[in-house]
């Protein structure tokens, strides 16, 4: 009887460990599905293309948006930090329109990283403009919680994406779309890319 348990035990486990491991991974295709699920679609005049499979520094980001080619256009960029907004839904705040003023034209007379860091003093930390509705819920970890993201994106994104717009002391604004921030960070940090061409 034993005997007969121990050879049941090890056949289960076998069984149990081919099983396992001729279980097919859907992460890659529900990956790529979420990635190609708006490329192509056209919101304030411009085409955007799919999320990039992978994270940049933002010079890298630059580089794969003027090499990209997709749909047949070879004439991608990366988005300023305007054209990013656009993307910015359900948050009166930081979408296109929004009270916050933080545009391109405004972030290219910071001449200086002072000018920067005055910014920053009225703004708070990096967060150069985010929604009041952050604070006033009590699960701010969204931000850190992708699968408790609100709908800030008009593509569904829950990324942090990279914008075209510098600025002084070699930083760059990008934008988190889990929680509608928009953000300067050094441009060392990596994030994904949607990059835009004007559409036809």
């Keep these: ?81 305007d054209e990013l907004r656009i993307l910015i839904q359900n948050c009166q705040y930081t979408e296109t329109g929004g009270s916050c003023g933080l545009t391109e034209e405004c972030v290219q007379q910071w001449t200086s990283e002072s000018d920067l860091n005055n910014y920053r003093d009225i703004c708070g930390g990096n967060h150069l403009a985010s929604c009041e509705c952050d604070e006033e819920d009590e699960d701010y970890y969204r931000y850190y919680d992708y699968s408790i ?34 953000v300067v960070g050094i441009q060392s940090y990596k994030h994904y890319v949607r990059c835009v061409r004007e559409a036809d």
């Excluded at 099983?19 to 699920?37: F, G, H, L, N």
């Excluded at 990039?52 to 990209?68: G, H």
């Excluded at 914008?163 to 509608?180: D, K, R």
């Design 1 to 81: 009887m034993k005997k007969f348990s121990l050879i049941f035990c090890f056949g289960l486990f076998i069984t149990l460990l081919v099983s396992c491991e001729s279980r097919p991974d859907y992460t890659d295709e529900i990956k790529d599905t979420y990635r190609e699920a708006n490329h192509g679609q056209v919101i304030g005049g411009l085409m955007w293309s799919a999320l990039s499979n992978d994270i940049f520094e933002w010079p890298d980001a630059v580089l794969y948006c003027r090499d990209l080619d997709e749909l047949g256009y070879s004439d991608w960029r990366l988005p300023t930090v």
């Design 149 to 182: 993201c609100r709908p800030y994106s008009k593509l569904g994104d829950r990324d942090r994406l990279w914008s075209s717009t510098e600025t002084a002391g070699a930083y760059a604004l990008w934008i988190n779309f889990c929680s509608a921030d928009i």
